[in-house]
Nanobody
Framework: VQLVESGGGLVQPGGSLRLSCAASEFTLSRYVMSWYRQAPGKERELVAT????????NVADSVKDRFTISRDNPKNMVYLQMNSLKPEDTAVYYCQAAWRFQVYWGQGTQVTVSS
């Protein structure tokens, strides 16, 4: 069971990135998927969540109207579209899959917003 994030990098303030989360050795369709982030010296925080079917989403107030979570179950992928990025969005972003008592994490991808 493995989750692999990609798409992070260095971007200027106001720019955009799309993070991807790919699953291997299991099917994501039954799992609630979330993106978390952790900035240096801070606790990990929930950024966005999407239901197993993709019909329901929720994003943190700090990223509302800027970030969008989506999923493509046939492709076994989850995405986080990040627009209007700010320096305070700098963090390691993690993908999480959760179903009943099963919780899996990816290794994280670094996002740095700086001029």
């Amino acid at each position: 069971v493995q989750l692999v994030e990609s798409g992070g990098g260095l971007v200027q303030p106001g720019g955009s990135l799309r993070l991807s989360c790919a699953a291997s050795e299991f099917t994501l369709s039954r799992y609630v998927m979330s993106w978390y982030r952790q900035a240096p010296g801070k606790e990990r925080e929930l950024v966005a969540t999407i239901s197993s079917s993709g019909t329901s989403t929720n994003v943190a107030d700090s990223v509302k109207d800027r970030f969008t979570i989506s999923r493509d179950n046939p492709k076994n992928m989850v995405y986080l579209q990040m627009n209007s990025l700010k320096p305070e969005d700098t963090a390691v972003y993690y993908c999480q899959a959760a179903w009943r008592f099963q919780v899996y994490w990816g290794q994280g991808t670094q996002v740095t917003v700086s001029s």
